[in-house]
Nanobody
């Protein structure tokens, strides 16, 4: 398993922006897929955005499409999640995840997870 460490969460007002970072303990080039998930209290963990290293392709949940952007910096072993036009419903704990297999919407398909970083958006 690879170690993942997230940072960048915080509290912002609706319409604001945050950038989350996820630093991996090994080269992200060895990881087929890196992803961001989020989980709000009382809700299931849901996928937000994914980056496929084989096809250099990014995927987004419909709820964040056009507002969130996932970017990978391979030189720094880091995956970023740029979040713009934030809404109160984006409030959640955000987790970075990785797998050596193909990208998937299912959290159970990822074997490496970070500790999470909290995002709170006020109206």
């Amino acid at each position: 398993q690879v170690q993942l460490v997230e940072s960048g969460g915080g509290s912002v007002q609706a319409g604001g922006s945050l950038r989350l970072s996820c630093v991996a303990s090994e080269s992200t080039s060895t990881l087929r897929c890196m992803a961001w998930f989020r989980q709000a209290p009382g809700k299931q963990r849901e996928d937000v955005a994914k980056f496929d290293n084989v096809f250099n392709y990014d995927y987004y949940a419909d709820s964040v499409k056009g507002r969130f952007t996932v970017v990978q910096d391979k030189a720094k072993n880091t995956l970023f999640l740029q979040m713009d036009s934030l809404k109160p419903e984006d409030s959640a704990m955000y987790y970075c995840a990785a797998t050596r297999g193909p990208c998937s919407k299912a959290a159970t398909d990822y074997d490496s997870w970070g500790q999470g970083t909290q995002v709170t958006v006020s109206s």
